[in-house]
């Protein structure tokens, strides 16, 4: 395209999910209940392995950061939406939707290494309980957390970088309710096919690598499981796992499905919900995961309810 059409804009258009104004007191009551309990949820159940001494271990020093990240993805897309849904106003900044995409990408790839980092660690307490003490040491649990939020803030600043160097000419029109990097890249007026090669080439890295280690680790984690010899033991040991089971499949499945949907349908609103389940049912249903299955997250929640109702 000739760069003399290019327009400069200040400003992109979020369409949403609907533009059928009976609709919007629905979602904004929706999303702003799905907000709060992904917010009280996740902060209820970090008080709750903080008061516990018991559970003062990797795994849940690893899942305090799990719930971390997952309040920070809803409070970086959600808010921005409550807000124009109750303005009318679709619009986000310029500088405020590349800001937005830095955080969802840096919240997404580090919730893709804390799970390889958790998958870690229960390959480490099953194939070498032994020395599970040594390897898992906290210093070294700090370690693996700094290096996998160091590598998000890496590939997201890259994601940022390359939308910056963009020039858009068209409608600045966002068919989400976020700015996603792959909606927000089509607007651009020039050819970005070396754009979408670099992103190819990171995501196979950045997200491959991790999900790579998942499968290294539990293709162990079985093979060790399989290999003992009474039932009661083998039940245990895949017992410990099910939960950090449950939330790849539920992470890995929605994300699946955002990919899938954006390549069979032509449907703009048909990807923005699929996005919802991507960015904010996870989120809502991780800490209801772990507390429900996980016999020491019951108990501690007990006590903690116990010790609140005593005061």
């Known amino acids: 395209m000739d760069p003399t059409n290019q327009t400069a804009i200040s400003e992109f258009l979020l369409l949403g999910l609907t533009e059928d104004p009976a609709l919007h007191s629905l979602f904004f009551s929706l999303f702003l209940s799905m907000c709060l309990v992904t917010i009280l949820g996740n902060?209820?159940?970090?008080?709750?392995?903080?008061?516990?001494?018991?559970?003062?271990?990797?795994?849940?020093?690893?899942?305090?950061?799990?719930?971390?990240?997952?309040?920070?993805?809803?409070?970086?897309?959600?808010?921005?939406?409550?807000v124009n849904i109750l303005t009318g106003n679709q619009s986000i900044t310029y500088t405020g939707c590349p800001t937005q995409v830095a955080f969802v990408m840096l919240s997404?790839?580090?919730?893709?290494?804390?799970?390889a980092v958790m998958a870690y660690d229960r390959y480490v307490a099953i194939c070498h309980s032994l020395r599970y003490t040594v390897i898992m040491k906290p210093c070294h649990c700090i370690l693996l957390v700094l290096v996998s939020l160091f590598v998000s803030i890496v590939d997201a600043l890259l994601h940022t970088l390359l939308l910056l160097r963009l020039s858009f000419c068209r409608d600045p029109e966002i068919p989400q309710f976020f700015?996603?990097?792959?909606?927000?890249?089509?607007?651009?007026?020039f050819d970005?096919?070396?754009?979408?090669?670099?992103?190819?080439?990171a995501v196979c890295v950045f997200a491959g690598v991790p999900l790579?280690?998942?499968?290294?680790?539990?293709?162990h984690i079985v093979s060790s499981v399989l290999r003992m010899p009474s039932s009661g033991g083998r039940q245990?040991?895949?017992?410990t796992c099910g939960s950090h089971l449950s939330v790849?499949?539920?992470?890995?499945g929605t994300g699946a499905g955002?990919?899938?949907?954006?390549?069979?349908?032509?449907?703009?609103?048909?990807?923005?919900?699929?996005?919802v389940m991507y960015t904010v049912v996870p989120q809502i249903l991780n800490p209801f995961i772990y507390s429900l299955r996980n016999r020491d997250m019951k108990v501690a929640l007990r006590n903690l309810m116990d010790s609140i109702a005593s005061v």
């Open 43 to 82: 902060l209820l159940i970090i008080l709750d392995i903080y008061s516990d001494s018991h559970i003062h271990t990797p795994m849940y020093y690893f899942l305090c950061n799990l719930y971390f990240n997952d309040i920070c993805i809803s409070m970086t897309t959600i808010p921005k939406m409550l």
């Open 108 to 115: 997404s790839y580090w919730e893709n290494f804390l799970l």
């Open 179 to 189: 700015c996603e990097f792959a909606q927000v890249i089509k607007l651009s007026c």
């Open 192 to 201: 970005t096919f070396t754009d979408n090669l670099i992103i190819l080439i």
């Open 212 to 219: 790579s280690g998942i499968i290294f680790s539990y293709i």
């Open 236 to 239: 245990k040991a895949f017992s």
């Open 248 to 252: 790849i499949c539920l992470f890995y």
């Open 258 to 275: 955002v990919y899938i949907s954006s390549a069979v349908t032509d449907s703009s609103k048909k990807t923005a919900v699929a996005s």
